[in-house]
Nanobody, 124 residues
Framework: QVQLVESGGGLVQAGASLRLSCAAS????????MGWFRQAPGKEREFVAG????????VYADSVKGRFTVSRDNAKNTVYLQMNNLKPEDTAVYYC?????????????????WGQGTQVTVSS
């Protein structure tokens, strides 16, 4: 049974940092792109960042570029999202997802496996 489990969310003040982790089990995803998405109340789920299977290619939403960094440790089957200089508009449930493809996609439909999400709340 494939599972993606996110951790590291919490309540922080604006300007603070958080590091999200996503541990995969049930199969390895070293050849698959991994993505981070977020969903705020009343809004659609949106792409935040992604990393290709090799780890050499990363893609970011414009809203987080320069503040967030996605990385992966294939030996641990784990993906990370380092979030710096957090803003109130970053408040959302953050989801980790595994794609069936090697290249990063910004669309929800490209991802076959999803975690349960972790809440990130940034106060002003």
């Amino acid at each position: 049974q494939v599972q993606l489990v996110e951790s590291g969310g919490g309540l922080v003040q604006a300007g603070a940092s958080l590091r999200l982790s996503c541990a995969a089990s049930g199969r390895t995803f070293s050849s698959n792109a991994m993505g981070w998405f977020r969903q705020a109340p009343g809004k659609e789920r949106e792409f935040v960042a992604g990393i290709a299977g090799s780890g050499g290619i990363t893609v970011y939403a414009d809203s987080v570029k320069g503040r967030f960094t996605v990385s992966r440790d294939n030996a641990k089957n784990t993906v990370y999202l380092q979030m710096n200089n957090l803003k109130p508009e970053d408040t959302a449930v953050y989801y980790c997802a595994a794609s069936s493809r090697w290249l990063v996609s910004r669309t929800v439909q490209a991802y076959a496996y999803w975690g349960q999400g972790t809440q990130v709340t940034v106060s002003s």
